[in-house]
């Protein structure tokens, strides 16, 4: 078993940047892939960006390309996804997601993840 929680979400002005937090635990050298996804009210759970724990290539959804910037410390066990130039539009729950291998075929799939944290809410106004 993995846990994660995240953390760092909030309000912020629509142009405003902000860094969410995934801290793993149990099982961590299980995990080869690390995602954040999000969730608006009434949408669809969306990908975001994701990476290998270990680093290396970075994949992104176009909507936030340019503009979001996943990373890890493994020293830590902690996933990082940096937010700038944030738009309301950005507004939703992000959740850190990590599965047991590294599959790019399948990596912008939610349900392909095996661990979940429990959210965080981050709200941008205009």
């Known amino acids: 078993q993995v846990q994660l929680v995240e953390s760092g979400g909030g309000l912020v002005q629509a142009g405003g940047s902000l860094r969410l937090s995934c801290a793993a635990s149990?099982?961590?050298?299980?995990?080869?892939?690390v995602g954040w996804f999000r969730q608006a009210p009434g949408k669809e759970r969306e990908f975001v960006a994701a990476?290998?724990?270990?680093?290396?290539?970075?994949y992104y959804a176009d909507s936030v390309k340019g503009r979001f910037t996943i990373s890890s410390d493994n020293a830590k066990n902690t996933a990082y996804l940096q937010m700038n130039s944030l738009k309301p539009e950005d507004t939703a729950v992000y959740y850190c997601?990590?599965?047991?291998?590294?599959?790019?075929?399948?990596?912008?799939?939610?349900?392909?993840?095996?661990?979940w944290g429990q959210g965080t809410q981050v709200t941008v106004s205009s």
């Open positions: 997601a990590s599965r047991g291998r590294w599959t790019i075929g399948t990596m912008r799939r939610w349900n392909d993840y095996e661990y």
């Open positions: 990476s290998a724990w270990s680093g290396g290539n970075q």
């Open positions: 149990g099982r961590t050298f299980s995990s080869y892939t």
